[in-house]
């Protein structure tokens, strides 16, 4: 059971965000706000649960704050939602379609020992509540880390962040996964699972080795692209930063995330700005298109059970058990394909006599699409990935108003297509939309990097004078960069 360290915790983590947004510029207050109570924070089962609202845990209770003291911070013309029409529906669905899920599943699940009640509007005002904190940090971060400054903000915060990190996960290695147990309490997981091979996978304070192991992965990215960036005062320092990092991320032996790692890193230290947005791109157009090709039967899985079996049978057996659970989970969807089955695990398959969830669902994708069926998934999923598209096209944009020697734009706006940083940020968010396909790694960093790459395209759009489609945005901040 969590001990009362791990609520004071968490109950003191909005007055640390308070200090930090006192202390700091709103942008870094807002990054070092979202990583450190991400990495610090005592995970589930740890909430506060009041009456009639969502529980308040280490990532809803962060967002909510940082949102509040943007709004409090934000001057009176600022633009609290995109200007994009898709976004802002896309958002919409997202926070309301859960109303129609919840009147399409009033029917309890009977069981023979058991049952799951229906759903009522109560839980409505709930998973709505719940879909708002979710996504409050990434509006606060689309309205104050929109510029090329704040990317680099973000990569030096998460390098700084992990390096910190690095340590608690190195004694984990050496000593099994003990830092949640020895700080707050309790063991968050199966004991099991943390085990590889003759040695340990890291948890420190997050949900499970998996996730942090992309953390570090992130980290790693962001110091190669701070180094292929960088002045020549730093390259040395952030090369080093990279290349420890990418050491730990061995040492977390988890190979999907090795495999990004190397995969992404050749990307951002070799690939143009142009050739890196493509690839987002396409894998983000693959994360979206991975049910219908399921449920198609195009996936080919044969194949990469028979890679993983050359790794290790564990793996395979790992993976086909995943391949399993989907199929399962497909054809529940299947009952209630548009709006899904809602919560309390009515989108699990169940055992018919005793009620008990037979189920697995580690990806994000199967989770989503269970619960609120292709209209949330396309809402959840197409949130995400819509900054990837609207770089991608207004660095097109630009590279056409280029040709065609336009060279009326203020010289200030237009250093915009210039951003340095903006391809590896394009890249692990790609990269973390494909992790969504196996495993559940969406956190408040995803969202944190999406929205900050929305802000970055509306601004792009500004510069471009494209008020059609996007007006002007509010930037507070304005600095140079080189």
Request: one cysteine or more; a positive charge.
């Amino acid at each position: 059971m969590p001990n009362t360290f791990a609520y004071l915790v968490l109950g003191l983590a909005p007055v640390a965000i308070w200090f930090l947004f006192k202390k700091l510029p709103a942008g870094q207050a807002l990054i070092w706000s979202l990583v450190g109570c991400y990495l610090i924070l005592p995970p589930y089962p740890v909430a506060f649960d009041p009456p009639l609202m969502p529980a308040l845990n280490k990532t809803t209770l962060p967002n909510l704050a940082v949102f509040a003291f943007w709004i409090l911070s934000a001057k009176p013309n600022a633009d609290l939602l995109p200007k994009s029409l898709l976004a802002r529906v896309l958002i919409a669905v997202f926070l309301f379609s859960p109303i129609i899920t919840v009147v399409t599943n009033p029917e309890p699940l009977i069981f023979a020992q058991s049952s799951i009640r229906g759903l009522v509007m109560l839980d409505a005002v709930g998973i709505i509540l719940t879909q708002f904190m979710t996504i409050a940090g990434f509006l606060a971060a689309r309205g104050l880390l929109a510029t090329a400054d704040s990317q680099k903000d973000i990569m030096r915060i998460f390098v700084v962040a992990g390096l910190a990190f690095s340590l608690p996960v190195l004694v984990e290695v050496r000593l099994s996964p003990q830092m949640n147990t020895w700080v707050y309490g309790f063991f968050q997981h199966l004991f099991a699972q943390s085990i590889r091979g003759s040695g340990f996978r890291p948890m420190v304070f997050l949900e499970h080795g998996i996730w942090v192991a992309f953390f570090v992965m992130m980290t790693c990215m962001f110091a190669m692209a701070l180094f292929r960036n960088g002045a020549p005062g730093t390259r040395t320092r952030y090369l080093l930063a990279g290349v420890y990092l990418f050491g730990v991320l061995i040492l977390c032996k988890t190979l999907a995330a090795l495999l990004y790692g190397g995969f992404v890193g050749v990307l951002v230290l070799l690939a143009s700005r142009r050739l890196q947005a493509h690839i987002a791109v396409l894998l983000a157009l693959f994360a979206l298109a991975y049910p219908i090709l399921k449920g198609a039967d195009v996936i080919p899985e044969r194949a990469m059970l028979e890679q993983a079996a050359k790794v290790s049978a564990e793996r395979a057996q790992s993976l086909a058990f995943r391949f399993s659970n989907e199929e399962e989970l497909l054809r529940r969807v299947q009952q209630k394909p548009v709006f899904g089955w809602g919560t309390w695990g009515r989108n699990q398959e169940h055992n018919y006599f005793t009620g008990q969830i037979e189920s697995v669902t580690d990806g994000r994708w199967i989770i989503v699409i269970g619960m609120f069926g292709w209209v949330g998934f396309l809402a959840e999923f197409g949130l995400l990935a819509l900054p990837i598209f609207l770089v991608w096209l207004e660095q097109g944009r630009i590279e056409r108003d280029k040709q065609n020697n336009r060279s009326d734009r203020d010289e200030t706006w237009g250093r915009l297509e210039h951003s340095p940083y903006v391809g590896a940020l394009l890249l692990v968010l790609a990269i973390n939309l494909v992790d969504l396909l196996p495993n559940a790694t969406l956190t408040p960093l995803t969202w944190l990097v999406a929205g900050a790459l929305l802000g970055h395209a509306e601004l792009m759009a500004r510069w471009r004078g494209d008020t059609k489609a996007i007006q002007p945005m509010v930037v507070t901040e304005k600095r140079t960069y080189m």
